[in-house]
Each structure stands twice: as C-alpha cells, then as structure tokens.
C-alpha cells in the first residue's frame, strides 16, 4: 500500500510503503524460483507513482480487480491516486538485495537528498539484508553539498591550520593577566565578569552535551534507530556523561586541592590554582569543539565548518578572559611564561581535537569531555564565588556577573547570525 503524508505542509510530502519509509520498510521476501504475488494499492490522494524492480519483471493479471486480457510484462508499473494493480514476480534473479522503489525522485528522498520514502528491496533467503545499510553508506561516503562543498571535504591540513587558528585566539584575552596593583573594587569586578562568563559556558556546554544523549534515549524508548533497526540502550553515553562530570567536578577538585594546602581550603591566596583550573576546563570543552570542527570539515560540510570554526575562535577571546581574570591585579603579575602555558592548555586542544575529529567522530567521546569542561567549571565558579563574598557582593559585582553573562551569550549570538 502506498501512501502520501502532508506533514508540516499542504503538499503531500511524506511517502510511505505499508505505513513506512525507507530505511524503515520490510523487504519482500522470496527465495530463488518463487512466484510472488504483490499488490500496489495507491492511496495518495493527488500523487501518481511508479514503482520499478531492479533485477525483475512484473506480470500484470489485474488493474482495479478487473483481470488484464492481454500479456502486459513490465518492469515499472504506474498507479493513479486510488488506482491497485496485481502483478506475479518470478524470483529467477541472482540471488542477493534487489531494489524495488518509485521512479519519482521526490518520492524517493528527502531534503538532504538522502534515500527516503518509497523505497524497499526484494531479498532473497540465505543472503545478508542489506536494505539499511545503503542508507547507512550514502549518508558516510557522499559529499554533503548542501553544505556548500560538492567538491568532498576539506584537506586534513587546512582543517588543521583552521583548527589552530580557532583554538589560539584563546590568547587575546590572555593579556590582562600581566595588570597589576589594581584596587580590591576592580580585582572584585573582574572576578564577577569571568563569573558570568564561566556560568554562560557551563549553560552551553552542558546542553552541547545533553542533546545528543536525549536523542540517543529518545530513540531506544521509541525502539528504533535512524536505520530501521533496533536502537540499544545508549550505555556507552550515558556511562561517559557521568564519568566526564566526576572526572571534571571530582577529579580536577581533588587535584586542585592538592595544590592548595597552605592554612586556606579555597583558593583565594592561590589564583594561579584557580586559573589552571579554569584552563584546564576550557580545554576539555575546546577538544570536544575540535572534535566537531574535524568531523564537519571530513564528511565535506564546509560551511558548518568554517562556521564552527569562526564561533569557536570569538568564544575562545571572551575564554581568555575568563581565564586571565583571577590573576589579574595582584602584587606579582603573571609571567608570560605562565601566560603562555595557560593558553596552550586552553586552546591547543581545540587543533588536537580537530585532527582526530577529521579521522573519526565519536558522539561518546564529545560528550565525555564536554560533560569534563562543566565539571570543571563548575568547581572553578564555586571557588570564583567564594572570592567574590569574601570581597563583599556590591552592586558592581553583581552587574558585572551579569554583563560576563551577556557578554559570552553576545558572542554565540553573533557567532550564529555569522554562520
């Protein structure tokens, strides 16, 4: 039974086989040296199709219930909205996966020009089902030109170079460290400013995190994967989201707590501490960038990619910041070398992710360093918290939480008006 769907649409734009669209359709089964029997039913109210068998010729014996009087062999038949044709199929082929499908090509794809709709194959027994899997392999291996590259992916070197370019704009921000002799009102606002900052990307990265991990589990209760198949337990996820909060909050906690060990169980009379802490964080959440930045530019979606890439490189400014912040106004100003080092443990890992991100792409592996970057931040807001009470909660300091908010929100907005 073939039928049209309008959904979100006042064209039928929707086609299924029994109630399914491909990938999830049921083959039709034989074994070599069957005769089938198959009837088209046509129920669209407004749209004609013309399903076609690879490898087959169909016999037609009745149009509308009513027997054919002549020999009429085809091997696409077309039906009229409400038209049913009966047709024999002898399965003389070699044996294997044969297509079966409509010759209407809006019928046959989706937005993306993906396999979709009317779509099926006649299987034979004894030989893997493959009717899947053609999904599974267009979607890996073909460019994605919709995204503006029909060429194929970027090279690994440009993805690389842009991957370091996107990773160390990380150190604009990295200079107000070396202020000093600052007055306790500013030393308290700029610790209020990367507060803010710190909270905007913890609300990010955690939904970064949360989405894949929703579908995931969206599509095991739903019982079906993208593919027509099964869809497991999300185990793997699941058991790298918790373990990436642990690692961040608990793990970088503990050991930041071995570094401060000098009468204080906070880390007020150690900034240094606190701002490793906060670098080491942003580099979780930069290597899972990468990640996405390599995978985008390798599956050949240039313009998401240069459109990550130019987000990253304005988020990772307002990130350096963040990170410069709580060493800035002290007695002693921080080094370049320490300055440097911050910066390379920040926003190196945005170039190591983007090399891996090109060679494979792992959704588990993202999330667990996404879900490592909120707990660290977490921990590093607590601590900035603390500092900022002890000075006193003015309304500077508070206003100046809020502008760090605003500041790293206005920097995803414009990012995304960019891309």
């Known amino acids: 039974m073939l039928s049209s769907w309008s959904i979100q649409s006042t064209a039928e734009n929707h086609f299924t086989i029994n109630g399914k669209e491909y990938p999830a359709t049921t083959p039709i089964e034989v074994r070599r040296g069957d005769r089938v029997r198959l009837r088209w039913i046509n129920m669209s109210s407004e749209n004609y199709h013309t399903m076609h068998t690879h490898g087959h010729d169909m016999l037609v014996i009745a149009r509308d219930a009513q027997p054919v009087a002549v020999r009429d062999v085809q091997d696409t038949i077309m039906l009229g909205p409400g038209q049913r044709v009966d047709a024999l199929l002898v399965a003389n082929a070699q044996p294997g996966n044969w297509l079966v499908h409509c010759h209407v090509l809006d019928h046959t794809e989706d937005t993306d020009g993906m396999p979709d709709g009317l779509i099926t194959t006649i299987h034979y027994a004894g030989t893997p089902e493959l009717l899947g899997a053609m999904n599974m392999a267009m979607r890996m291996h073909m460019p994605d030109s919709s995204n503006g590259n029909p060429r194929g992916p970027l090279s690994f070197i440009t993805t690389a170079l842009l991957g370091a370019f996107s990773g160390l704009t990380i150190f604009l921000g990295l200079p107000i460290a070396r202020a000093?002799?600052?007055?306790?009102?500013?030393?308290?606002?700029?610790?209020?400013?990367?507060?803010?900052?710190?909270?905007?990307?913890?609300?990010?990265?955690?939904?970064?995190?949360?989405?894949?991990?929703?579908?995931?589990?969206?599509?095991?209760?739903?019982?079906?994967?993208?593919?027509?198949?099964?869809?497991?337990?999300?185990?793997?996820?699941?058991?790298?989201?918790?373990?990436?909060?642990?690692?961040?909050?608990?793990?970088?906690?503990?050991?930041?707590?071995?570094?401060?060990?000098?009468?204080?169980?906070?880390?007020?009379?150690?900034?240094?501490?606190?701002?490793?802490?906060?670098?080491?964080?942003?580099?979780?959440?930069?290597?899972?960038?990468?990640?996405?930045?390599?995978?985008?530019?390798?599956?050949?979606?240039?313009?998401?990619?240069?459109?990550?890439?130019?987000?990253?490189?304005?988020?990772?400014?307002?990130?350096?910041?963040?990170?410069?912040?709580?060493?800035?106004?002290?007695?002693?100003?921080?080094?370049?070398?320490?300055?440097?080092?911050?910066?390379?443990?920040?926003?190196?890992?945005?170039?190591i992710g983007t090399?891996?991100?090109?060679?494979?792409?792992?959704?588990?592996?993202?999330?667990?360093?996404?879900?490592?970057?909120?707990?660290?931040?977490?921990?590093?807001?607590?601590?900035?918290?603390?500092?900022?009470?002890?000075?006193?909660?003015?309304?500077?300091?508070?206003?100046?939480?809020a502008a760090g908010f605003v500041i790293a929100l206005g920097t995803e907005v414009i990012a995304e008006i960019a891309g």
């Open 180 to 351: 000093r002799r600052l007055s306790p009102d500013v030393i308290a606002a700029l610790n209020a400013l990367a507060i803010g900052i710190l909270v905007y990307l913890i609300v990010e990265i955690a939904g970064n995190a949360t989405e894949p991990l929703v579908r995931a589990l969206a599509s095991w209760q739903r019982g079906t994967s993208g593919h027509g198949v099964p869809s497991p337990v999300p185990l793997a996820m699941l058991l790298a989201y918790v373990a990436g909060l642990l690692v961040g909050l608990v793990g970088l906690g503990s050991l930041a707590g071995r570094f401060v060990r000098s009468g204080t169980s906070s880390g007020t009379e150690k900034p240094i501490v606190l701002a490793a802490m906060i670098a080491i964080g942003i580099g979780a959440h930069n290597f899972a960038e990468g990640l996405a930045i390599g995978a985008s530019a390798a599956s050949g979606a240039t313009a998401l990619a240069v459109g990550l890439i130019l987000g990253f490189a304005l988020h990772n400014a307002t990130e350096g910041f963040g990170i410069a912040a709580p060493l800035a106004g002290r007695g002693v100003a921080a080094t370049w070398g320490q300055i440097g080092l911050a910066g390379l443990v920040a926003g190196g890992p945005t170039f």
């Open 355 to 401: 090399m891996l991100g090109y060679r494979f792409s792992s959704p588990t592996l993202s999330a667990f360093f996404l879900m490592t970057a909120v707990g660290a931040l977490v921990f590093v807001v607590g601590e900035l918290w603390s500092v900022l009470r002890r000075s006193g909660l003015t309304v500077m300091s508070t206003s100046m939480l």
